[in-house]
């Protein structure tokens, strides 16, 4: 069996259950899981099947109607992209949190205002940036990096805020590591 062709009643059956699912107040997730299941595809692949033939639906509702396919209740978010910036400034926040000590998904958590869809959407979006876009990832460790900013490289490479400070304390001259310990027992 081709995994790439959808049956249409394998496609009627996919929408049943989603439409069951949504009514149920179950996840689609649920829904793709048992149409994987049952047709031997990937959940991702039934996923990307299910909203490729739900915009399909959307911009020709007539292939729906003919296919005897209910189509009505597939309302999903508009996906919206990210901008660079926005892009940017996540990469900075959760560079500059981490080098606080504060995990990645707890730093997404606070972004997200506890939003637990955006905090997806973000973590989603962070990790795609390490894996895909490491130029960038790596522009922006170097900004915090010049402005003397607290992070973590995530890319380990031993740039880490107790190696700066190290550095830090060992040039400076002995009236300003006096200052600088100064500074800090009034902190602590």
Same mark, same amino acid.
């Given at each position: 069996?081709?995994?790439?062709?959808?049956?249409?009643?394998?496609?009627?059956?996919? @929408?049943?259950?989603?439409? %069951?699912?949504?009514?149920?107040?179950?996840?689609?997730?649920? !829904?793709?899981? #048992?149409?994987?299941?049952?047709? =031997?595809?990937?959940?991702?692949?039934? &996923?990307?099947?299910?909203?490729?033939?739900?915009?399909?639906? $959307?911009?020709?509702?007539?292939?729906?109607?003919?296919?005897?396919?209910?189509?009505? #209740?597939? !309302?999903?978010?508009? @996906?919206?992209?990210?901008?660079?910036?926005?892009?940017?400034?996540?990469?900075?926040?959760?560079?500059?949190?981490?080098?606080? =000590?504060?995990?990645?998904?707890?730093?997404?958590? %606070?972004?997200? =205002?506890?939003?637990?869809?955006?905090?997806?959407?973000?973590?989603?979006?962070?990790?795609?940036?390490?894996?895909?876009? &490491?130029?960038?990832?790596?522009?922006?460790?170097? %900004?915090?990096?010049?402005?003397?900013? /607290?992070?973590?490289? /995530?890319?380990?490479?031993?740039?880490?805020?107790?190696?700066?400070?190290?550095?830090?304390?060992?040039?400076?001259? $002995? &009236? =300003?590591?006096?200052?600088?310990?100064?500074?800090? $027992?009034?902190?602590?």
């Amino acid at each position: 069996m081709n995994n790439n062709i959808w049956t249409v009643e394998q496609t009627k059956e996919l @929408f049943l259950r989603c439409n %069951e699912a949504r009514k149920t107040g179950k996840s689609l997730s649920a !829904a793709f899981r #048992d149409i994987a299941n049952r047709t =031997g595809r990937s959940v991702n692949s039934v &996923r990307n099947y299910y909203y490729g033939q739900t915009k399909t639906f $959307e911009l020709v509702p007539e292939i729906a109607v003919k296919l005897g396919i209910k189509v009505g #209740d597939t !309302a999903r978010d508009r @996906f919206v992209p990210f901008s660079q910036a926005e892009t940017d400034e996540l990469i900075r926040n959760v560079l500059i949190a981490k080098g606080r =000590g504060i995990s990645v998904r707890k730093a997404i958590l %606070e972004l997200s =205002g506890g939003d637990s869809k955006k905090a997806l959407r973000l973590q989603n979006k962070y990790r795609s940036c390490l894996r895909s876009h &490491r130029d960038r990832v790596e522009s922006i460790v170097d %900004e915090l990096k010049e402005k003397h900013m /607290p992070y973590v490289n /995530p890319y380990g490479d031993g740039t880490d805020n107790f190696s700066r400070l190290t550095e830090y304390i060992a040039s400076l001259d $002995e &009236r =300003g590591a006096h200052k600088f310990l100064s500074l800090i $027992e009034k902190l602590t």
